[in-house]
DNA sequence: TGTACATCAGTGAACGCGCGTTCACTGATGTAC
DNA sequence: TGTACATCAGTGAACGCGCGTTCACTGATGTAC
């Protein structure tokens, strides 16, 4: 009896293991290439199993990217919590430009975040844990505007500042004629003038 | 020969009407559906024609998307042009209000135009014309700064501003739990928020 | 006026692809007696 | 210790779908003589 529900929780560990080496694959592909190019097929060949074996980890394949997706946007939350305790004296320029610089680097998160974002189809449990998430974001950005000492709404600020940042990111992204470098020079640019004007 | 002109031209008259009525039958599709689900056979059969007849119109889908796409760029630029120039005194805030309600009603063209944004796959011609349109509208909000006495480099402020609803439109649109009439507000809402700091 | 030919909008059927997902099966391991 | 059975991770092949695009063809209209 004891023996038999050790036996189990082996197992069941076995599966949970198992269940992460998909999504470590799946966050290689995701860094890879993007994000809705990439099929079931290559993540089970990145982790080298049969692509039928996902469906016994993942009920289907819109599952296994919220959760691949999570994976990155824990990472996120917490390097923008991180730099918001950095120092003693938090600047919101500063702070803009390590955070625009950090989504940049990981584009396929912010991506994936864009797309669930716009994609109206999502089951209501997937878009719950999504939105658990983005409260957890705007968390820490209260932090940082509380830190600031901002008047008025603290949670409204934190909307309107992470809104605005979406914004840069997507709508500089293209830049016609211009290289990654001055892509991203000017994405910061334009953050900074944005977080300048939160600064009252 | 002249005669012979004339029936040429003629000729390319049928043909420039034609190419319109399709974009017609693919801007009612578009209205109707999320932009994404939409295949050439639907506009064809919007249309009343065959899709293989599309084919003789436009070398492939995107372009056909990217025309009907521009038509509805014109139309927002047209209406953003019109509301700055409303009344003798502009308030972002009112500016803002009204842009993002039209936005929010034209959800479609919104919509393609972040899928453009994102899409790293367009070619070099469709790109251009894309952004043809966009510096049309940071035209017009530049003229909406200078008539807000701003300061400071107007191009980078229209830069930001349109990058802030553009995040704002993204960010709010699948709010959990709350009815369209909810998030139109939470929208309008945190667009003000921002614009009052571009007011200064 | 009649005839042979050219042009070209328009079509239905088919191609070919990649995808998400399911199925029937294997084979290793554990279990009961 | 041996044997029959159950469980279950794992698989390759196949299903079925919808899509963008192309093809071979039709038929109406215009043109040349």
């Known amino acids: 009896m004891e023996k038999n529900r050790k036996l189990n929780s082996l197992r069941m560990q076995e599966k949970e293991a198992r269940r992460n080496l998909i999504i470590d694959a799946a966050e290689r592909i995701f860094a890879e290439k993007p994000f809705d190019r ?11 199993i049969s692509h039928a074996l996902i469906y016994r980890h993942f009920p289907d394949q819109q599952s296994l990217f919220v959760e691949a997706f ?11 919590g991180e730099l918001i305790d950095e120092k003693k004296t938090v600047s919101i320029e ?7 610089s950090y989504l940049i680097e990981n584009d396929s998160y912010f991506r994936m ?15 719950e844990r999504l939105n658990t998430a983005e409260r957890a974001l705007l968390d820490q950005l209260d932090r940082l505007f509380i830190r600031l000492k901002a008047k008025g709404d603290v949670r409204m600020l934190s909307h309107a500042y992470f809104a605005a940042m979406n914004g840069v990111l ?3 992204r293209n830049y016609p004629g211009r290289s990654g470098g001055e892509v991203k020079r000017h994405m910061i640019r334009i953050g900074k003038i944005i977080a300048q004007r939160f600064r009252v």
Do not use: N, P, Q, Y
């Open 38 to 48: 990439v099929s079931v097929r290559d993540i089970a060949r990145e982790a080298g």
């Open 70 to 80: 999570l994976r990155g946007a824990e990472k996120i939350i917490r390097f923008l």
């Open 94 to 100: 500063k702070v803009t430009e390590r955070f625009i």
């Open 113 to 127: 975040m864009t797309h669930f974002m716009l994609d109206g189809s999502l089951g209501a449990g997937l878009i």
């Open 170 to 172: 997507i709508t500089f």
